[in-house]
């Protein structure tokens, strides 16, 4: 079954930690995201990757970090620069260069910053 | 500054009724624009989408229509069913930028 997988599905930390969050994707697609969604607000774009060994900042890349070692894998490192992590983080992956950019989503990770 | 802008965050919808539900954009380079549902602790699923060279798109009981002039489009959904209450995003891309740009979405409760 092809699909993307994060986890946890919930992840409670310290203030002052950085936390790592997972996503893997088997459905072969060059193109992964990272999202964030706060109540009320629609997908906010964190980072990017087109392709292995790149990627760019999205519109809230700030406290962020990220790595494309793999095709499948994207992980999302929050760190303690960012100043408000609590939130629920959205993993995608498409097929680019097409005109129609469906992105497939993961299930989402919860973070909850004590 | 708001791109795609979903004006209403919620709609309550009788069961067996239509389901009307709204985006306006203000980038005219927009040309795809795609409609997705997502239920409260998973991610979005890919429900429709229009290109700009069309004005209606149709899939069993869902259908978008596009307004270019107004630089609007709606999701219809006929009949509602229970099943349909769940959080909508519109969501725009347009050039060579892969990037998906989305509305703050529209909650839709379908009363029994």
């Known amino acids: 079954d092809g699909g993307i997988t994060q986890s946890p599905k919930y992840l409670f930390r310290k203030e002052g930690q950085n936390v790592t969050l997972s996503c893997e994707q088997n459905l072969n697609h060059d193109a992964m995201y990272w999202y964030r969604q706060d109540p009320g607000q629609g997908l906010r774009l964190i980072y990017y990757?087109?392709?292995?060994?790149?990627?760019q900042k999205g519109d809230i890349a700030e406290g962020y970090s990220v790595s494309r070692e793999k095709k499948e894998s994207f992980p999302l490192t929050v760190t303690s620069a960012q100043k408000n992590p609590t939130a629920f983080y959205l993993c995608?992956?498409?097929?680019?260069?097409?005109?129609?950019?469906?992105?497939?989503f993961g299930p989402g990770t919860r973070l909850t910053v004590l | 500054d708001q791109q795609v802008k979903q004006n209403s965050p919620s709609l309550s919808v009788q069961e067996g009724r239509i389901s009307i539900l709204n985006c306006d954009y203000t980038n005219s380079m927009f040309d795809y624009f795609l409609w997705y549902k997502k239920y409260p602790a998973e991610g979005p699923t890919f429900l429709i989408s229009?290109?700009?060279i069309k004005d209606k798109n149709e899939d069993g009981r869902f259908t978008v229509f596009l307004n270019k002039s107004a630089k609007h489009l709606s999701l219809h959904i006929v009949p509602s069913q229970p099943g349909d209450s769940a959080v909508y995003f519109c969501?725009?891309?347009?050039?060579?930028?892969?990037?998906?740009?989305w509305g703050a979405g529209t909650k839709l409760i379908i009363k029994p």
């Open positions: 990757s087109q392709i292995v060994n790149d990627f």
């Open positions: 995608a992956s498409s097929v680019p260069g097409l005109a129609f950019n469906e992105q497939f």
């Open positions: 969501a725009a891309s347009g050039g060579s930028n892969y990037q998906l740009i």
């Open positions: 229009i290109s700009s």
